[in-house]
């Protein structure tokens, strides 16, 4: 498990849901942000896909060698997935793209599928992954906090986020086991999403300003405007992770 304290390297957590192909320039800007991420998801097709994809181990390299942790997005869907699936995509992930952990979605947020998860987080240790993130999206069960190195307890809009209510057992952790991922942010919110997350006792975020059906298809904000936004030309200005297709 991630012990207590600060996270290590930085606190955003980006889930960037583009292929490299289609923006580039995103990707090679998180590679220059490295000291700030906490680490990037990797999600070739809802998953690693059914063969490597060069353009994601090019990604995957890079980032590596810039410092960044990786984690391999799993669909677990709300643990009605198998697990012989579940642990075919971890290795897949490990061995076609290199990653650290694992990031598990689709994960339910009442208490009668703890076992089940607990599980897959064995299997992914087992597997070689140094990290688990659950992805609830919301505040689950208090189980979940024991099982996961890192839980998403909020997914959704800026708006949502601001009226968004935190249950007093989560002050029984360390902030660097929780996550917010905030999306619909507009100009100059990262700052407060930044600032909420921390006074609600949450050490990792990600603000950025996608909206629609896949808000992730776009970097964070840093510093008022996405990594790399006057070089590389990606836009200033103004659902979730779960089932997301790219």
């Not at 994601?56 to 942790?69: I, K, N, T």
Request: hydrophobic share 40%; glycine share 14%.
């Amino acid at each position: 498990m991630i012990p207590p304290g600060p996270p290590p390297g930085g606190r955003l957590l980006v889930p960037l849901y583009v292929h490299p192909a289609a923006d580039p320039a995103a990707w090679a800007a998180l590679a220059e942000a490295a000291p700030r991420l906490r680490g990037v998801v990797l999600n070739t097709a809802d998953g690693p896909g059914q063969r490597p994809d060069p353009a994601f181990c090019a990604v995957a390299e890079r980032l590596r060698g810039a410092g960044v942790p990786l984690l391999g997005y799993v669909d677990t869907g709300y643990g009605r997935r198998a697990p012989r699936a579940v642990v075919g995509d971890i290795r897949r992930h490990r061995r076609w793209y290199g990653v650290d952990g694992v990031f598990l979605d689709q994960v339910p947020a009442h208490a009668a599928p703890l076992p089940h998860y607990r599980r897959l987080v064995l299997l992914a240790k087992a597997l070689g992954a140094g990290t688990a993130v659950l992805n609830p999206g919301t505040h689950p069960d208090p189980g979940y906090a024991r099982i996961a190195d890192l839980l998403v307890t909020f997914e959704g809009t800026r708006e949502a986020y601001r009226q968004a209510a935190v249950p007093t057992w989560t002050a029984d952790h360390p902030p660097s086991r929780f996550c917010h991922l905030v999306y619909a942010v507009p100009p100059g919110g990262a700052a407060e999403v930044a600032r909420t997350a921390e006074g609600r006792g949450a050490g990792v975020h990600c603000a950025v300003p996608g909206e629609g059906t896949n808000p992730w298809r776009e970097a964070p904000w840093l510093d008022g405007s996405p990594p790399g936004a006057a070089a590389s030309g990606l836009r200033v200005g103004g659902p979730s992770l779960q089932g997301r297709t790219q």
